[in-house]
């Protein structure tokens, strides 16, 4: 049986770049709030030696939290690792190794999109073949976080074929153009619950301060540069649920269809723009969003009056759950039973 007691928390961070040290310190900061919740628990660093699982395994743990985003910095050995857990039997947190499989690459990710009829901006491979016109973002096919993405990456559709090629020599890997949607930008977490899966309250990304030279999109230096304008001027906003219901219902289904399509699980985000026309669009996917307290999802969490330690048992009891073959009884998330939004932060007790 299961050791009730155990979540181990695995990783593939070096943190030799800023967002590998922040999925070290969303590490450490899920392992505080497992040790609240009663559980023990452990960091497990996972590399292309991919032993430690098959030592977790045998450990019978009853859930692992995975927080591996890359493997020796390459975010496309990413899906290895719930291949090797999904065999092993054991139950883990977020996305499955289809979903992460379909989504690590964002080339895939708009073919899948546009298969399903989902809105996504126009893109272009090579850049050869978009309106020489408009306005295009040029962005890694692989790379998270906003990789290679700075105030220069968006450039007329003439331009695209030329900064593909400079970026690529510059930041290595793959690049690509995507129409570029001069407009709002939407972050919309979404969680598995015992009703199916359910959109947290909705931020908007402000782009406070920007001048007409300068795209409003959330780059590299938004997400890393604590020095740069762009970190302290790209706050979220919350409260569109209320000021534009029909907006924000557009925005939650075309999020549940993505959640569907992708047979995503967990946890999750999809990043959306929505242009001058008021057309939503899914710019991005991502399977295992940051978890760190700080973080959008666990703001959108608090905004829906769940605690930190609240989303993490939610987490946990979600991948038990679905491995189990068990619904989420409602009131009651696996062996976690929440106290609600009121009553000790909201946070959960354990029932062993």
Known sequence: MPDKLYVPIIHGATGDRP???????????????????????ELVRVGLDLRPLHRLAAKEPYAVFNLVEALTADVRMASVV?????????????????????????????????????????????????DPTIQVLVKSVDEHASVGIDGLSVVPGRAATGEILRREAVFGGRFFAE??????????SLMEGPMGVV???????????YDA?????????AKWDEASHAYHHT???FGLETSEPDLAERLTAICQEVWRRFDLAGYARVDLRVGPGGDPQVIDINTNPCISPD?????????????????????????VARTRRAPL????EGDLQLEGRGGQAGRPAVRV
């Open 179 to 188: 129409a570029y949607v001069d407009g709002r930008e939407f972050n919309i």
């Open 199 to 209: 959109a947290l309250p909705i931020p908007e990304i402000l782009f406070e301060g």
């Open 235 to 237: 706050p979220r906003r």
């Open 213 to 221: 030279s300068r795209p409003r999109i959330v780059d590299y230096e």
């Open 82 to 130: 719930p291949a090797v857990l999904e065999r092993l039997g054991l139950a883990f947190t977020g996305a499955g190794f289809d979903a992460l499989a379909a989504t690590v690459s964002k080339l895939r990710v708009k073919q899948l999109l546009r298969e399903a009829g989902i809105p996504t901006p126009a893109w272009s491979e090579r850049g050869d073949d978009l």
């Open 19 to 41: 967002d590998e040290m922040d999925t070290l310190l969303a590490a450490k900061a899920v392992a505080n709030a497992l040790k609240r919740l009663g559980f023990r628990t």
């Open 295 to 319: 973080a959008g999802f666990a703001a959108a969490g608090a905004e829906a009056g769940i605690a930190y330690d609240g989303l993490i048992a939610r987490i946990v009891a979600a991948a």
């Open 329 to 332: 009884p409602i009131g009651v």
